[in-house]
């Protein structure tokens, strides 16, 4: 008699259940290897193009002097915060 480590399995069979469908999935070891080196090269060409479309999206900012810097950085909310009134009395009165 052959015991469980000595007979390989060739298929097996999967069974999945999402909401009310069910199904079978046949599975075959012997392709694992195949699909795991096709995988691999199309991961790495996936993930070359990312990087090049998150070049072109995230460019280096402006490099301001702390000079110029500072008084940024406290007018920006008193202008949000006054756009921000101009724009609820405009939907007040329009």
Known sequence: ???DS???KEHREITYQVGWKKGKI???????????VKDNHAA?????????????IWR???????????PILFALPI??????LILM???RNG
């Open 1 to 3: 008699m052959e015991s």
């Open 6 to 8: 000595d007979k390989k």
């Open 26 to 36: 046949a599975w075959n070891e012997g392709a694992t290897d195949a699909l795991a």
């Open 44 to 56: 790495v060409n996936d993930h070359k193009a990312e990087d090049q479309h998150l070049q072109l």
């Open 60 to 70: 280096p900012a402006l490099n301001l002097p702390d000079g110029l810097m500072f």
């Open 79 to 84: 202008l949000c915060f006054s756009l921000t």
């Open 89 to 91: 009395y405009g939907l």
